[in-house]
């Protein structure tokens, strides 16, 4: 079993920063996949940004904004130029198969 528990998130003015953490903590020995997913009110959940077995990948309204990095068992998503619609609960996620974990979520605000 995983564990994972985020941090970060808040409220932002449009156009600042803000940055998630999420450490895991349990049976990390084979987790492949780490990542961060976001749910918008009434909007079904949408991959942020994730790294895969060493590999990144974005969102494209992601990319050149958000910067994922993983060290070990803990993942940081740093968000720049953040807007509006990037108001959202945000969920960090793990898979090690053929298991899949998820964090309990945060809220992330951005005003305009």
């Known amino acids: 079993q995983v564990q994972l528990v985020e941090s970060g998130g808040g409220l932002a003015q449009a156009g600042g920063s803000l940055r998630l953490s999420c450490a895991a903590s349990?049976?990390?020995?084979?987790?492949?996949?780490m990542g961060w997913y976001r749910q918008a009110p009434g909007k079904q959940r949408e991959l942020v940004a994730s790294?895969?077995?060493?590999i990144t990948n974005y969102a494209d309204s992601m990319k050149g904004r958000f910067t994922i990095s993983r060290d070990n068992a803990k993942i940081d998503l740093q968000m720049n130029s953040l807007k509006p619609e990037d108001t959202a609960v945000y969920y960090c996620?793990?898979?090690?198969?053929?298991?899949?974990?998820w964090g309990q979520g945060t809220q992330v605000t951005v005003s305009s």
């Open positions: 790294i895969t077995t060493g």
């Open positions: 349990g049976s990390i020995f084979n987790l492949n996949h």
């Open positions: 996620n793990a898979r090690g198969w053929p298991k899949e974990f």
